[in-house]
């Protein structure tokens, strides 16, 4: 399926349920930065993906797998780098509530459960999700990397800082010494 028709209606959906084949390539992450331009990752990534839906009443089962590389950047020395990604997810929708309800307290069976509007299921927001819940907290491109220097930002991974071991005349350096 091609990932700019991500529009399911719940209707349609047949008993034995949907089986989708995504590829999520550079048009799609293009796309994505345009919407939302504060993403977390670097560049285009390269996805594919399979997703299969069921429909059990007004709910609907979606499960799927993500397999691919993201370019993100390294959280220590600000380069850019290929993360390999695999991922499978399961997804339980309902129906979204009614409008004007009272605030009420979630039980944590209604934590795995998430909601559609009207006659369509959105997945290009699901998948976006997913993407996003496939990231690292902190990218590194290598457990050993050494980051990028505090003072002159030279990229330790590549070369060797030049600046000189003299002690900070700030007011502060003293805490560097305090042991605890």
Same mark, same amino acid.
């Given at each position: 399926?091609?990932? $700019?028709?991500?529009?399911?209606? &719940? $209707? %349609?959906?047949?008993?034995?349920g ?43 089962l &979606? %499960?799927?797998?993500?397999?691919? +590389?993201l370019? &993100? ?13 695999? $991922? ?9 509530? +009614? ?15 998430? *909601? *559609? ?13 997913? &993407?996003?819940?496939?990231l690292?907290?902190?990218?590194? /491109? ?5 980051? @990028?220097?505090?003072? /002159? ?6 070369? +060797? /800082?030049? /600046? ?13 010494? @305090?042991?605890?």
């Amino acid at each position: 399926m091609h990932p $700019a028709n991500l529009q399911i209606n &719940v $209707a %349609r959906l047949r008993e034995e349920g949907l089986d989708l084949r995504l590829s999520l390539a550079e048009d799609w992450f293009a796309r994505w930065q345009e919407d939302d331009p504060d993403l977390e990752f670097s560049g285009p990534g390269h996805l594919v993906g399979e997703v299969h839906l069921e429909r059990h009443g007004h709910d609907i089962l &979606v %499960r799927g797998h993500l397999e691919g +590389t993201l370019q &993100v950047i390294c959280s220590r020395c600000l380069v850019s780098f290929s993360h390999p990604v695999a $991922a499978d997810f399961d997804l339980l929708l309902a129906p979204a509530p +009614t409008s004007g309800r009272e605030e009420e307290e979630l039980s944590r069976a209604d934590l795995d459960v998430d *909601y *559609y509007t009207g006659e369509v299921v959105n997945l290009e927001s699901i998948l976006r999700e997913q &993407v996003l819940l496939t990231l690292p907290l902190k990218p590194l /491109c290598s457990e050993t990397c050494r980051g @990028i220097c505090p003072r /002159c930002g030279a990229d330790l991974n590549r070369e +060797t /800082c030049q /600046c000189s071991e003299k002690e900070s005349d700030s007011p502060l350096a003293i805490l560097k010494n @305090i042991k605890l």
